[in-house]
């Protein structure tokens, strides 16, 4: 069996001459990010608090946002769930705002009848 030249040169240099430390890195990858869906507060929203069905829009993006989550799609799902928050922070609000101002319509033509 005849060498070639280059397999004669490798062998003649032997193995690597570099004998300091090895440097590696590592990347951690994480497979399960959590991205919160408010799909509770979101069906709260809808059964009790639900001013011009901003209740049901919010459940609609949130369960929009678990789908994306299940299917791998962090960005999307990240998406629609800030669309769900909003959705129900805007929706507590205006119930919040008109349950407040039914008890205090109410307090004042209580009172009035009254005298």
């Known amino acids: 069996m005849e060498m070639t030249k280059e397999e004669h040169e490798l062998a003649f240099m032997g193995g690597p001459q570099n004998s300091g430390p090895v440097m590696s890195t590592v990347v951690h990858i994480q497979t399960d990010?959590?991205?919160?869906?408010?799909?509770?507060?979101?069906?709260f929203n809808t059964l009790f608090?639900?001013?011009?069905?901003l209740?049901?829009?919010?459940?609609?993006?949130?369960?929009?946002?678990?789908?994306?989550?299940?299917?791998g799609?962090?960005?999307?799902?990240?998406?629609?769930?800030s669309t769900a928050k909003c959705l129900n922070i805007?929706?507590?609000?205006?119930?919040l705002l008109g349950l407040v101002s039914f008890l205090i319509?109410?307090?004042?033509?209580s009172t009035s009848k009254q005298f």
């Open 55 to 71: 209740g049901f829009v919010a459940f609609a993006y949130s369960v929009k946002s678990r789908d994306r989550r299940m299917v």
């Open 105 to 109: 319509h109410f307090i004042v033509l």
């Open 90 to 95: 805007c929706a507590l609000t205006l119930a």
């Open 33 to 43: 990010t959590v991205v919160r869906d408010h799909i509770v507060w979101s069906l």
């Open 49 to 53: 608090f639900n001013p011009c069905c």
């Open 73 to 81: 799609d962090v960005i999307g799902a990240r998406s629609y769930a």
